[in-house]
């Protein structure tokens, strides 16, 4: 009850706007006051998404930076933590289509949103409790089901209310990295409490566990978000099962939507070979020195330009455009994947994260705003659904490829890993530089 009378009192976006403002005492408003009375509503709502998005990063953000750490901890072979690292990537592929389906068509965006909170929550909890690597990549897989639908759900709710979706979504995606940074920072705090580093990481799943369930009951705030009827006149509006994702697998016939998923796929292969192996070099790095307890503390320096970039992303868009803006972002993956390669000391190997923020935020959520201007509204969700989805087929091949390179060629030699993934990037840099058009309107 509590819950409805909130969002009946703040329920204020583009698709719920009052048509028909009035002043005091009943009297039609002025049109200084409906617009006063507008701009505080959109201000509102902003701060709304800006507090899902802080809540979503916070749940991943409190264990994965040292989620390779505790795996070797526990003994966990290459084969076995390649197939957990992967089960990020069977998530993207297995459920968000399906959650978008729902959200575009059946069931109200928010309430989704909280259902996989709920579910995420419980599979992190039960995580703290298991040490075997089978039955942690079960609840893992059973985690990014719910998880990889989460993060887009929350960027298609968050386009649908906002006016100006590429001078605003920037903004209000960084504070999913401020989220990111302050689990990061807080269980770098829970670390100094304790004398025993690797036995205290297990506290990591626990966070994230909380930050889930605070999202859960924080869901049922957010604007109303309902499905929207398929367009009339479209051959795909005839109520069929998976219509959204239909009309989502038409994108391809758009050139440069062809072009960013084969780039997107190929990033996505290179991204577990961060997600794995960085940590585990900076651990490497900071062995010898007093400042090991800081790890997921440095490992944040990431999201530091990332912030920074994010908060700049629409003039960034504005003075650059689209194409420029995304190559500035591939470029400096080359450029951080090569520093990552070189396996130069550890300053630089630090000052090099400071790349993968702008290399997040210039590529990879500027894609999102650039798919976003090409989909139609009622088929967003399924369309950010099946960009996840490439991005997972690609994580999967990455995953497995990060576990054979290591078991068969460098072993712990981790710079030499990197190599590999250096080298792809620097071609794909290459190829979307010449191939990527992006239409004009």
């Not at 070797?72 to 290459?78: A, E, P």
Request: glycine share 6%; charged share 15%; aromatic share 14%.
């Amino acid at each position: 009850m509590i819950f409805s009378t909130f969002r009946r009192t703040f329920a204020t976006c583009p698709d719920h706007q009052d048509k028909n403002p009035t002043g005091r005492n009943g009297v039609p408003g002025t049109g200084r006051e409906s617009s006063l009375k507008v701009a505080w509503q959109r201000k509102l709502v902003k701060v709304r998404l800006c507090v899902m998005m802080l809540l979503e990063y916070a749940i991943i953000g409190s264990w994965a930076p040292v989620f390779g750490v505790y795996m070797n901890f526990l003994g966990i072979g290459y084969s076995h933590k390649s197939l957990i690292w992967a089960t990020a990537a069977l998530g993207s592929v297995l459920a968000p289509q399906i959650w978008g389906q729902i959200a575009d068509r059946w069931l109200p965006a928010e309430r989704c949103i909280s259902v996989c909170a709920s579910a995420c929550g419980l599979t992190l909890w039960t995580a703290a409790y298991v040490t075997e690597p089978i039955p942690l990549f079960w609840l893992f897989l059973v985690f990014w089901l719910f998880m990889m639908p989460t993060l887009s759900l929350g960027a298609a709710l968050t386009f649908r209310h906002l006016e100006h979706p590429e001078r605003e979504f920037g903004p209000i995606r960084m504070w999913g990295t401020v989220g990111w940074m302050a689990a990061g920072w807080g269980f770098t705090g829970w670390l100094h409490c304790f004398e025993s580093f690797d036995h205290t990481l297990v506290d990591s799943f626990r966070w994230g566990a909380i930050s889930a369930w605070t999202l859960a009951i924080y869901a049922f705030t957010l604007p109303p978000t309902p499905p929207l009827k398929p367009r009339v006149d479209s051959p795909a509006a005839q109520h069929r099962w998976f219509d959204a994702t239909y009309r989502a697998l038409k994108l391809f016939r758009v050139p440069a939507f062809a072009v960013y998923c084969v780039c997107l796929f190929t990033v996505y292969v290179s991204w577990p070979f961060n997600m794995q192996l960085t940590q585990l070099l900076m651990k490497e790095l900071l062995r010898h020195s007093d400042y090991l307890p800081f790890l997921p503390l440095v490992m944040t320096i990431a999201q530091l330009s990332e912030v920074l970039a994010l908060f700049m992303l629409p003039r960034i868009l504005e003075r650059l455009g689209q194409k420029r803006t995304m190559i500035v972002g591939i470029v400096s993956w080359v450029i951080a994947l090569t520093v990552l390669a070189s396996g130069l000391p550890l300053w630089v190997v630090a000052s090099s994260l400071l790349l993968h923020g702008l290399f997040i935020c210039c590529f990879l959520v500027a894609g999102q705003v650039f798919i976003n201007k090409i989909a139609h509204h009622d088929f967003r969700a399924s369309a950010q659904g099946l960009i996840v989805l490439i991005t997972g087929l690609g994580q999967i091949v990455g995953n497995f490829a990060v576990s054979e390179l290591q078991r068969r060629w460098s072993g712990d030699n981790y710079p030499r890993t990197f190599v590999p993934a250096a080298v792809g990037i620097s071609l794909l840099a290459v190829f979307f530089i010449a191939a990527f058009r992006p239409p004009r309107s």
